[in-house]
Structure formats: structure tokens, C-alpha cells
């Protein structure tokens, strides 16, 4: 019995003791790693947390991993318009043969391009970062931002019909998807807590647990693995926020072609900004007139000052036919310092194509004068407050007034019920100007998240939005619209605190309820 007994002890006492052995492990000592954070100097922070503090830095002065390469930018930006033609000839030998699967199929008799360049500007390496793999291989990480118009035309002979076609997604950065995999296996510190406790305390569990993680995520996404992250949404051409408004002013044009028979031209300026769906803006018609004067004040609302592009289009205006087209130039917004106004003379040319012979003849020129005034920041420096104040008091004495811009964001809807169909969309008015959200079918409890830009001289201390949920059935001959409830804000508030983001019970509705937030942004 005595063995036995000892033996049954052994057995018993064992689980026990090394259970309350953990459990005062972990009560006594485990807690003693965790310590206080450390904090430091910036200068003594490491390259990751420089990033994600000052991110507008390059890299090549954030990260000593990244090289700066000016070298390769001039050399690229002289050597470009041979460049543009070379990788087009590639690109069109290499979809050459995708082409010819559909020649013969769907009646379609032909596929070319008819227009293919990649745009006058080259991209611009803001730094290189290389790395070491097995021998004759080398990978590299290039930080490219390129802020050109690509112009691709592809023409389908169908049934004896010709059709052109651009298939480029038409909003920056031009791609609707992005690769990313790793290049190094990651390391990741995995923690789990029950009852207090931390339960990757256990001696071994910690290091195989971390281990199984890193494995599963390096055949996921370790190189050449690769997870594609979707860029643009197909139903909203705007990826960024606005930061800043660009005032153009068409001065005047100089030397135009004759493109009447019997008289001169009769010369207008349009004009857009790249990356934007909006319509483009017009100056009026000067009938009869080669050295045309405008002086006429444009808005823009800005989003990526970096990479947009002011696209300015110089037409001859035709009563019944189209309209002949006179010339075209860009200017590239990251020439613009913030507050200052800057005068441009520009040589008109047919195409933004480096290679179109067309440009060597002589158009004529365009002058005009862009100030970009971001929207105004409680924490900018007195000097940014002088230079905006100049530049506001120049376009008052010309008339013009710095305004502002008023963001209406509709998030989503709660409780909508229609007595016949429930198919919600909601519509914003203000000011004589109705915008619509995208329908979305039957759901009580729609989500647009659609934000509408309204450009004002003013601030709206006077004004209210009207915005009202609406149902709309589709099929019959003429649309069915019912509407769901609406509500009407008072911007008071708004021009007040800068911002509100409220949810509003809708009137004439049992339970509807809306999200709205609304900004008003000022330069």
C-alpha cells in the first residue's frame, strides 16, 4: 500500500504543484515585464516612426535604406520622349496577340490602337530601395509618383462599323488594383490574456504559436505571393479628400489659327482638372478675334495638388458643325507654391503626344494665371497667414471674393418605408443645384456614403439644405418615385464649428432616420 500509495501521490501532487506553480508565475512574475514606455527624443526615433510622423518627407532622407537617384529623374526626363515611344511599341507587340483571339469572333473584323502615348511628363523616382537575393537576380523597390495623361484609343472594326474605345480607367493613378506581397518573413508578437493571465507565458507555447502565424502568412503573402488590393472604385471616380481650391484666371490669347473660310476664328478656352468627372468649365466666345481678351475667374476644387493636372483646351466655335479644335497644354499644379499667384504663357499644340509631328506648327499662345489657396488650418504659421491674406486681398481688388467649399457627405438611412416599393436614394438641394446618391434596391436601411462638393464666395451663415429620401421602381414606362421623408439644415452651425455630424429624424416618415455630415472648408 505504501507503494502504491506514493505512486498515486506522485501522480496527483504533480499536476497540482506545477498547476500553482504557473499560477504564481504568472501573479508574481509575469507582470513584471511589462514596463513602461520609453520615450525619446525624435532625432533617437527609428525610420518607421519618422514615416508615420512626418510623411511628406522623401525617403531617401526618412529611411537610409532608400537612395536618391536625381541622376536617374534627369536622365529619364531628357530621354522620355524616346522612352514613351519605345514602351508603346512594346506595349502594342504585346497585346498583339490578345487582339488577334477576338478577330473573327462577335463579327469583329479589326482591333488596333489608334492613339497610344503615355503623356509628356515622365514619372519622378522619389527613391530606390535594392535588395539582396540569390545570385544574377536583383529586386528592387522604386517610389515613383507620376502625374502625366495617358492617352490610349483603341479602334474595333465591327461589321464594317468602326468603334473607339479608351479603356483606362479614367481617374489617377490610372490602375484599379495594386500587388503587395513581403519580402522578408514577417515577425509578428502574439498575445493571449485569460482571466488576467497571459497564456503565451507557458514555457514553448509562445515560440510555436508565433511560429505557425509567420508560416501561415509567409505562404500567403511572402514573395512571390501576392495579395492585389483594389485601388478605385468602379462607382466613385474620387479617391482623396479636397484640400484646396485653384482660382484660374484666362487672361488672353495671342497669334491663333485661322480656321474660317471667309473670316477668322472664334476662339473659347475649356477646362478640367485631371482625375475629376465634373464637367468642364468654359470661358464665353470671342467671335471674329486672333488676339482674344477674357479676364475671366475660374474655380477648381483641388484634391491632389501633387499629381492633378490643369487640362486647358482652346476650341473654334461652330454654329452647326463640331466644334474645330485649336490647341491644348497642361500645367502640372506641383508648380504652383500655395498662396502665389503665378502667370503662364503657353505654346499651344495639337496633343500631349511627344511624338506628334502636328505640335511643330506654330498655334499660338495662352495666357493665364493660377493661385492655389489650400484650405485654411488653425495651426498654419503666421507667414502662411500673410501670404494668404495677399493673395486674397488681389483677387478681391479684382472682384473675386476666396469663399469656400461646402462638403455634404450622406452616409446612410435607417427605417425608410415606402408604401409601395422601397427602393431608396437620397437627394441633395441646395442653393437651386440637385445632386443624387446612387438607388439602392429594396433595403430599409440603405448606405451611399456619396459625398457632394457645393463651391460658394460666401459662407451659408443664412442658408439650409434640403435633402430627402425617395424611392424610385424602374421597369415601367414612365419611373414610379415616392418619397420617404426629408429634413432641412440650418448651415449656421456648420460655418460655426467648421463641421457637424449628426443623425436627423425624417419628417413625414414613422421611424426614418438619416446620417449626414457636413464640412465647410475655407481658404
Not at 529586386?139 to 483606362?168: C, D, G, T, Y
Not at 500673410?386 to 446612410?412: I, P, Y
Request: positive net charge; glycine residues 6%.
Amino acid at each position: 500500500m505504501g507503494l502504491v500509495g506514493g505512486v498515486l501521490g506522485f501522480f496527483i501532487g504533480l499536476p497540482i504543484g506545477l498547476a500553482a506553480a504557473y499560477f504564481v508565475y504568472l501573479r508574481y512574475f509575469a507582470a513584471r515585464r511589462l514596463q513602461d514606455p520609453v520615450i525619446r527624443p525624435l532625432r533617437d526615433l527609428d525610420s518607421e516612426t519618422l514615416q508615420t510622423t512626418i510623411p511628406d518627407i522623401p525617403l531617401w532622407v526618412k529611411s537610409p535604406d532608400y537612395e536618391r537617384i536625381d541622376w536617374m529623374n534627369r536622365f529619364i526626363f531628357d530621354m522620355w520622349p524616346f522612352l514613351d515611344k519605345a514602351i508603346c511599341n512594346n506595349i502594342k507587340r504585346a497585346t498583339r496577340p490578345i487582339f488577334d483571339q477576338y478577330v473573327g469572333k462577335y463579327g469583329i473584323e479589326s482591333i488596333e490602337y489608334g492613339q497610344l502615348t503615355l503623356g509628356s511628363l515622365p514619372p519622378t523616382f522619389q527613391g530606390i530601395k535594392v535588395y539582396e537575393m540569390l545570385e544574377k537576380e536583383l529586386v528592387i523597390e522604386p517610389v515613383i509618383r507620376w502625374a502625366s495623361i495617358m492617352n490610349v484609343i483603341v479602334n474595333v472594326k465591327v461589321h464594317s462599323f468602326k468603334v473607339s474605345a479608351q479603356p483606362l480607367v479614367p481617374s489617377f493613378p490610372c490602375f484599379s488594383n495594386l500587388c503587395v506581397s513581403l519580402m522578408e518573413k514577417p515577425s509578428i508578437d502574439f498575445r493571449f490574456k485569460l482571466f488576467g493571465g497571459d497564456v503565451m507565458a507557458i514555457p514553448g507555447l509562445y515560440q510555436y504559436v508565433q511560429d505557425q502565424i509567420c508560416k501561415q502568412i509567409s505562404i500567403l503573402y511572402h514573395w512571390p505571393k501576392v495579395i492585389q488590393i483594389p485601388i478605385l472604385d468602379g462607382a466613385s471616380g474620387a479617391t482623396k479628400k479636397p484640400v484646396g481650391i485653384l482660382h484660374v484666371k484666362v487672361i488672353r490669347a495671342m497669334n491663333l489659327l485661322k480656321m474660317d473660310l471667309l473670316g477668322k476664328s472664334d476662339p473659347y478656352v475649356k477646362m478640367r482638372l485631371s482625375g475629376e468627372r465634373l464637367p468642364s468649365k468654359k470661358t464665353t466666345v470671342k467671335m471674329s478675334n486672333l488676339n482674344p481678351e477674357w479676364n475671366e475667374h475660374f474655380k477648381f476644387i483641388v484634391k491632389d495638388p501633387g499629381t492633378q493636372v490643369l487640362e486647358l483646351h482652346m476650341f473654334d466655335w461652330e454654329k452647326v458643325k463640331m466644334h474645330d479644335k485649336l490647341g491644348m497644354q497642361v500645367i502640372p499644379l506641383r508648380l504652383l507654391t500655395p498662396y502665389e499667384s503665378k502667370l503662364f504663357t503657353l505654346d499651344l499644340v495639337r496633343s500631349m503626344n511627344p511624338n506628334d509631328p502636328h505640335n511643330k506648327k506654330n498655334r499660338g499662345k495662352l495666357v493665364v494665371e493660377l493661385t492655389f489657396d489650400p484650405f485654411r488650418d488653425d495651426s498654419r504659421t503666421s507667414a502662411a497667414s500673410d501670404g494668404e491674406g495677399s493673395a486674397s486681398a488681389r483677387r478681391e481688388a479684382d472682384g473675386e471674393s476666396s469663399g469656400g467649399v461646402l462638403l455634404v457627405s450622406v452616409e446612410n438611412a435607417e427605417d425608410v418605408e415606402g408604401k409601395r416599393h422601397t427602393n431608396p436614394y437620397a437627394e441633395v438641394l441646395f442653393r437651386g443645384e440637385r445632386k443624387k446618391t446612387k438607388v439602392i434596391r429594396k433595403t430599409r436601411d440603405p448606405r451611399w456614403s456619396e459625398e457632394f462638393q457645393f463651391m460658394l464666395d460666401e459662407p451659408p451663415v443664412e442658408d439650409r439644405i434640403h435633402i430627402e429620401v425617395k424611392s424610385k421602381r424602374r421597369g415601367l414606362p414612365f419611373p414610379n418615385k415616392e418619397s420617404l421623408g426629408h429634413v432641412n439644415i440650418n448651415l449656421v452651425d456648420v460655418v460655426n464649428n467648421g463641421r457637424i455630424n449628426e443623425k436627423y429624424h425624417l419628417i413625414n416618415s414613422r421611424n426614418g432616420m438619416i446620417q449626414v455630415e457636413i464640412k465647410w472648408s475655407t481658404v
